[in-house]
């Protein structure tokens, strides 16, 4: 109940303000999610809030560099924890969980279980290194390698197939979409809507899986940072939890 009063308060006082501008950089695999949680809550604020998509790593070298934004979203803490180091945004608050997922082309039968990953001449897409979609891509292959389950040097077997590495996890999963590869590691939340008719989805095993936490706080240099505090805000609230929820979003406990 406090929690509750807390959010309507916070929302009153923005709202009674004069309209605020707001800019959220947010990770790619938030697009949907975000969209539809920013006009919501748009229309009980009377903010304006545009959004910047990209991989995590990118916008963290933008904001380095200088790019304006009141609030940034990141799809781990190694891409946000650096800008906490350098003075350039609030310590994270993790708001969402996700989880890793494979994806085929919905005819194409050349992934059918996890061990597939390693049948040579097999085309697999993934996130670039630095992208936390890559990087918790990466953590799930040495987990593999670690329990021995699928034989000696999975992992190293698996990359060798790797014909593309994105800067985003959405450019990930379009490669599959387009059918250009046989198989892609993405977050289970990007089998939108718009996907999931167009591929074949390959669970992975809960004991090699990656626990992705999201973390979220607003920018120190923010031109409206009470309405960027609401933004934050309103993401942790119930009715933000359950526009995440509604896209395949956990939640951060």
Do not use: H
Request: hydrophobic letters at 45%; glycine letters at 8%; proline letters at 5%.
């Amino acid at each position: 109940m406090f929690k509750k009063l807390a959010l309507t308060a916070l929302l009153l006082t923005a709202s009674s303000a004069a309209a605020a501008n707001l800019t959220v950089f947010a990770a790619a695999s938030l697009t949907d999610a975000f969209t539809e949680l920013g006009r919501a809550f748009d229309a009980q604020t009377g903010n304006r809030t545009a959004f910047s998509f990209a991989g995590s790593q990118v916008l963290r070298t933008q904001l380095e560099n200088g790019a304006g934004a009141d609030v940034y979203a990141s799809a781990n803490d190694a891409q946000y924890s650096p800008l906490v180091s350098k003075g350039l945004v609030a310590a994270g608050q993790a708001f969402v969980r996700n989880k890793l997922t494979l994806i085929a082309p919905k005819n194409n039968p050349a992934l059918k279980t996890l061990n597939d990953l390693t049948r040579p001449g097999l085309k697999l897409v993934i996130g670039d290194r630095a992208v936390p979609a890559g990087d918790y891509t990466r953590r799930m292959l040495a987990a593999i390698d670690r329990a021995g389950t699928y034989g000696k040097d999975f992992s190293a077997r698996t990359l060798k197939n790797v014909v593309s590495e994105e800067t985003n996890v959405r450019q990930v999963a379009l490669k599959v979409q387009l059918g250009e590869a046989d198989a892609a590691v993405v977050y289970a939340t990007d089998v939108t809507p718009t996907l999931k008719p167009l591929v074949r989805v390959i669970p992975l095993p809960s004991r090699f899986n990656q626990n992705a936490s999201y973390p979220i706080g607003v920018l120190k240099g923010s031109a409206s940072p009470e309405a960027a505090q609401a933004f934050v805000t309103y993401v942790q609230s119930a009715a933000g939890q359950q526009i995440l929820r509604k896209w395949g979003f956990s939640g951060p406990q």
